[in-house]
């Protein structure tokens, strides 16, 4: 007599609801390949203020100038120059703040997307039961959820010590080189802002490269631009970004200078 034939419970099965898809074209942004866009072209407008925003801060190293007869510390100047963008065609710094938001906005969707990604990755890793295959990711990539991470929590820290002045009793509005002067004075804050600064570096190391793949130009001929790029970038903005709190320590540059303030000779005088 044959044995009776039972089926094995195995249990009710896990059903996952898709979520509703929306209107093309936000419906690629529910894709992953749509995720990786976004955070490519999000990535090239951020780097694109990392550099600039670098760039304009070198300007601490010119020091005080003359302007409207009056000396000021050329870095106070740019910084009054970007209130004033685009003025008398938009009230004085409304432009600014449309670069703000502009920003916060790129901020927010780069963030946003990489947890995204994120999630989908570790979703994928559970269904499949496989593992990262590390051997083919440098470090570089291996840790930029890291480094995002601590990219962000300066950023927020950064902001309140400079731009909002929360962590300093000496913080004034519009004095720019001498904020930037007391803060970097500070070897705790100068520590913070160098590890800050070396995780920023090796997130654009990563970061470079992967949207030239993202974008669909990681072809061997553009490997020479690609790497280029790559060093160049993070190279660039390690060393300008560094330079600040070592200048500031080692007396390089300061904020007290007797001229600010008073009135500039003509520099033709007496000649």
Known sequence: ????????????????????????PLNL???????????????????????GHMFGNLKIYIGPVAENGVWEY???????????????????????WLLRFGLI?????????????????????????????????????RTTRYTGTVILAYLIFHLADLTWGLLSSDWERGHVQANVV???SNPVVALIYIVAN?????????GVRSMFQTLGLNNPRFELIRRALQY???GIILIGNLSFPI??????VDADDSRIGTPALESAEGS
């Open 29 to 51: 942004y529910q894709t992953a390949v749509g995720k990786k866009w976004v955070m490519a072209v999000t990535g090239i407008a951020l780097i694109g203020f990392v550099l």
């Open 74 to 96: 050329d870095l106070d100047v740019y910084a009054e120059f970007l209130r004033e963008l685009l003025v008398p065609l938009f009230p004085r710094t409304w432009f600014l």
């Open 1 to 24: 007599m044959a044995a009776p034939t039972t089926s094995r419970q195995t249990g009710p099965q896990k059903i996952t609801k898709k979520g509703k898809e929306l209107p093309f």
């Open 247 to 252: 200048a500031v320590m080692t007396g390089l």
């Open 198 to 206: 070396i995780a920023l570096a090796v997130h654009l190391f990563h």
């Open 105 to 141: 906005g790129a901020f927010g969707l780069h963030i946003h997307a990489a947890y995204s990604l994120t999630l989908l990755n570790q979703k994928a890793n559970q269904e499949y039961k496989s593992k990262r295959e590390w051997q083919a990711a440098n470090w570089a990539s």
């Open 182 to 184: 007391n803060s970097l």
């Open 232 to 234: 160049g970038i993070a």
